[in-house]
């Protein structure tokens, strides 16, 4: 038996505000900002008074002329791109999800396009998807459009210059320097040796640059990257060894994972950790204090947040990724990986009984600040059997658009329960959350290979005086999961209740709505009952792969909150056809 909650019990007195509804907020960008903790609050201010005085010519001056040199290494493990994007821009045309933008002048700011596009180019993200194709035409795009930048961006700029991003394009440019052939052309080494010990010197006087989390913790690890790399770059090595230090120890949190709770940044985390250790290596540096512990902690959280395709489930701002690179990141790791079942202080569930496999959020989303990734998806769960996903969450496709992304962070993209369309934790039109539950329990028991997990959380409490609960059993041979929601209270009037289905999945209601029956080409046919309402087929849409929007289909079922403890139960049960 394991229990893990953020307090011991829930409070059995709703404390309900006037007219059971949620908040308006009056300016709600300046409510969210102010609702930081006093430290990224003044970062975030320091960094708005410094903008006049980065943009001074006399600034401009102190980030001196340095453009001699080598650099020191040449690293050899790089991750994989995108081929078919890197075709894309050898055809002109520069993608982010479904934003194409043709021969954009100038490279990073173009007429038109969203925040999320200029991002990606002034990261440098093409970079990686132009060595994925390689040869001699892609690499002289690469060299062709990293010169066409260093020209238009000779002076600190808000937006191209901004930690982060400076951050990820100082670690690009270092790691693919051998794809670049930097030492092959004097000028080009000149003029790109120049940019880069300019921009490495801000990031090190600027940082934390209003960063807070993971993007703080990267940028850190670029720096010493550039520390490592660059010629006369020892004080930007102990500059980002100091940041790490400090964050590595607020950030990592004892079970392996990360206080931001998004599996995906988790594997962001794993892959730069992974780049500092063999940078640090090759340069015969001494790595940092708890690196190595960090690294194979948070890859066994990595692995255990995959399913049995090989790829992440879609919890948190969380895209699939391809199976490539995450193998590619857990072969670097070695034999030191864990066999998690549970994450009591990430707050992350697996069940894993025969091929079937659940995962499950059971955490609380984390307080604001660091909240960028959270989804409002509290006791949501997906499901796959073996290689094959059933029950899944819309995901994160990052498609650069903010509608999209706040539709992918409701409630309602998520297999769980929602009471009157309103979302467990309220989302803020510019990111992060509020009124979120500060309660999540989860006791788990296992017997014989049977898993039960009890879980519940209080994100209704406050605006409904409501506790969602929701109980899972996972027989031991894995062919059914059965299921109990209960709201206890006599708050809000509706609940739904949704199963979002993979696209592969091809549904039908049978029994007269009382039960849907699942087919999954190649792997059989799966069949849900449900007591306590009816069950019904709705549109869906797939958000799991970057940049695709998919068709599927979800179960819902519809009810009315109308006692003191309204229960639905499901059942999910393998059909029998002689497949495992």
Known sequence: MAESATSDTIQSQPRLRKGNQRPKLIAPRLQTIFALPRDMLASLAWRNLAQPVYRSRLYNWTLGKRSSGDLTISPQELWPGDEQLGLHLLGGEY???????????????????????????????WLDHLRACGGPAARQLARQLTQQWLEENPSYDSFAWRGDILADRLRRILLNQGFLEIQSDALFRSALLYSLNRQATHLARALPDGLAGSSLLKAAISLMIAGVMLPQGDSWLQRGRKIFAQEIGRQMLADGGHVER?????????????????????????LPDHLQI?????????????????????????????????????????????????????????????????LMDCGAPPRHGLDDHAHAGTLAFEMSHGTHRIIVNCGAAHLGADDWRQVQRTTAA?????????????????????????????????TEGQIWLDTSH???????GLIHR?????????????????????GGNAFTLRFHLHPQVQASITQNGQAALLKIPGAGGWRMRVQGGDIALAESIYMGQRGQVRRSQQLVVLGMIDNDATQIKWALQKESNGKK
Not at 98 to 117: D, Q, Y
Not at 419 to 445: I, Q
Not at 458 to 464: F, H, I, K, L, P
Request: net charge negative.
């Open 95 to 125: 993608r982010c999800g479904s934003e194409v933008v043709r021969n954009p002048k100038p490279l990073g700011n173009p007429i038109g396009v969203s925040l999320e596009w200029r991002r990606q180019i002034n990261a440098f993200e």
């Open 262 to 286: 998004s599996p995906g940044v988790m594997l962001d985390l794993l892959q730069r950790f992974l780049d500092l250790r063999h940078v640090l290596t090759l340069a015969r540096q001494p």
């Open 414 to 446: 998520h297999s769980t329960l929602i009471v009157d369309d309103t979302n467990s934790s309220m989302l803020l039109e510019h990111g992060g959350m509020a009124l979120r539950p500060t309660v999540v329990t989860s006791r788990r028991e296992e």
């Open 458 to 464: 209080n994100g209704y409490d406050e605006s409904y």
């Open 294 to 358: 960090a690294i194979e902690n948070i890859a066994s959280v990595v692995y255990m947040m995959c399913h049995g395709d090989g790829k992440l489930a879609l919890f948190n701002d969380t895209s699939e990724e391809t199976p490539e690179l995450l193998g590619e990141a857990l072969s670097r790791v070695g034999d030191r990986l864990r066999d998690l079942s549970q994450l009591p202080l990430t707050g992350y569930q697996r069940l894993k009984a025969g091929k079937t496999m659940v």
């Open 470 to 490: 929701r109980r899972l059993f996972l027989a031991a041979d894995g062919h059914e999961l059965m299921g109990e929601d209960t709201l206890n209270g006599s």
